[in-house]
Every structure is written in structure tokens, then in C-alpha cells.
């Protein structure tokens, strides 16, 4: 069985600083897949970033981040220079083998002016 | 359009009723998914399909939910004798491929249909 963790349910942040948000993981398999995904109030969701489990190099996408650490089953992701249009709930996902995926409980990110 | 679309956008419907959701995804994209998200929870995994085809039920989370997709394209989420605690959005996914490198994974998602079972 697949789990997936965030144990930060709110967080906010000022404008132009930086954030990480936590998500574990559990899984046997070894070829996987992990992704962050936004979901802003209008409900929409985006990809943000994802990361190959067999690939070492931590992903990264313009002010986004991951920090992979495949040992320790931990994904977390890192925004920098935060923008106002960075506040939305944000949703670790584990996608296995059979393309299956699972999803955390979601953290609420705030940028405050 | 060029997204996935949902209708409908809300649902309102009496306990015992039968529902049909509709998820129309990106052209050309082979895998769709449904999930199903509760008010304060992540998403829940329910379905995906290949083409036509749903390699694995086992996310549905009962005999009453079922789901079909015809055409490679447009899917149906049907659930039958709803119940309150169905209430909850559902959201439909389309990617280009189910699995694959050169992110022909990603996912992307509807606006979601609000089912509320009174």
C-alpha cells in the first residue's frame, strides 16, 4: 500500500521570502513517481513539479523546487521569492507502477502582503 | 475548448437518486482519471482508464459507483442510490499517456462537479 503525508496543514509566508512545504511518503515499489500540485480558489488543479524516483538530481521549475530525498521517503517542495498568486492549497502525490495515484490531505499556503 | 471540462458544475440531488457525472478530456489524450475530493480532504483516487478500457476498479469505493469511457474520449461517472456522504467534488484528469517520460504523464484537471446529496 501507498501513503502519502503532509503534515503541515497551514503555512504562510511573506511576499518575496521563501517556504518549504513537508510530504512523505511510503511505498515498496522502487520505479515511482511524485509530484506537487496547486490548487488555487477557483479550484482548478495544476501541476507545479514532478520527480522520477530513479532520478537523483532534484527537479526544479523556475522558482519551484524539490528537495528528494529517496532514502528517507521525503519530497519536499521549496518556493522561492513567493508571489501573492502562490496562495493555494498545495497537494503531494505518489503515482506507482500500476498508474495508480495517491494524494496528502493538502497544505494551505498564504502569502501575505 | 483546449482544457478537460465537467458537467455539471454542481449537482444537487435527494438521497436514493441516481447521478451521472460527465468529464469530456484534451483531445487526443489516451488516460483519464476520476478522484473524488471531500471537503477538507486530499483527492481520492477512484479510477483511471487506458483508452476505453479501466485496468484497476479497485478505488471505486463502493458496487454502487461504476464508470465508463467510450471512444478513447468522453467518460461517465455514474453513482447509483447516492448517499450523503457521497457528497463531495469530483474531478475528472486527462493526460496524454498513463505513464511515460518527457512529462506525457502530467495530469490536467477539470473544474470538478460539486455533488451535494441531501
Known amino acids: 500500500a501507498q501513503t502519502v503525508t503532509q503534515s503541515q496543514p497551514e503555512m504562510s509566508v511573506q511576499e518575496a521570502e521563501t517556504v518549504t512545504l513537508s510530504c512523505t511518503y511510503d511505498t515498496s515499489e522502487n520505479n515511482y513517481y511524485l509530484f506537487w500540485y496547486k490548487q488555487p480558489p477557483s479550484r482548478q488543479m495544476i501541476l507545479v513539479i514532478r520527480q522520477e524516483a530513479y532520478k537523483q538530481q532534484n527537479a526544479t521549475e523556475n522558482r519551484f523546487s524539490v528537495n528528494f530525498q529517496k532514502a528517507a521517503k521525503s519530497f519536499s517542495l521549496k518556493i522561492s521569492d513567493s508571489q501573492l498568486g502562490d496562495t493555494a492549497m498545495y497537494f503531494c502525490?505518489?503515482?506507482?507502477?500500476?498508474?495508480?495515484?495517491?494524494f496528502g490531505t493538502g497544505t494551505s499556503l498564504t502569502v501575505i502582503p | 475548448g483546449a482544457g478537460v471540462s465537467q458537467s455539471p458544475s454542481n449537482k444537487v440531488t435527494e438521497k436514493g437518486k441516481d447521478v451521472e457525472l460527465r468529464c469530456d478530456p484534451i483531445?487526443?489524450?489516451?488516460?483519464l482519471y476520476w478522484y473524488r475530493q471531500s471537503l477538507g480532504q486530499g483527492l481520492e483516487f477512484l479510477i483511471y482508464?487506458?483508452?476505453?478500457?479501466?485496468?484497476?476498479k479497485s478505488g471505486l469505493p463502493s458496487d454502487r459507483f461504476s464508470a465508463e469511457r467510450t471512444g478513447g474520449s468522453v467518460s461517465t461517472l455514474t453513482i447509483q442510490r447516492t448517499q450523503q456522504e457521497d457528497s463531495a467534488v469530483y474531478l475528472c484528469?486527462?493526460?496524454?499517456?498513463?505513464?511515460?517520460?518527457?512529462?506525457?504523464?502530467?495530469?490536467?484537471f477539470g473544474p470538478g462537479t460539486r455533488l451535494t446529496v441531501l
Open positions: 483531445s487526443g489524450h489516451t488516460a
Open positions: 484528469a486527462s493526460s496524454l499517456t498513463a505513464s511515460g517520460g518527457g512529462n506525457t504523464d502530467t495530469q490536467y
Open positions: 502525490a505518489l503515482r506507482n507502477t500500476g498508474n495508480q495515484f495517491y
Open positions: 482508464f487506458q483508452g476505453n478500457s479501466a485496468p484497476d
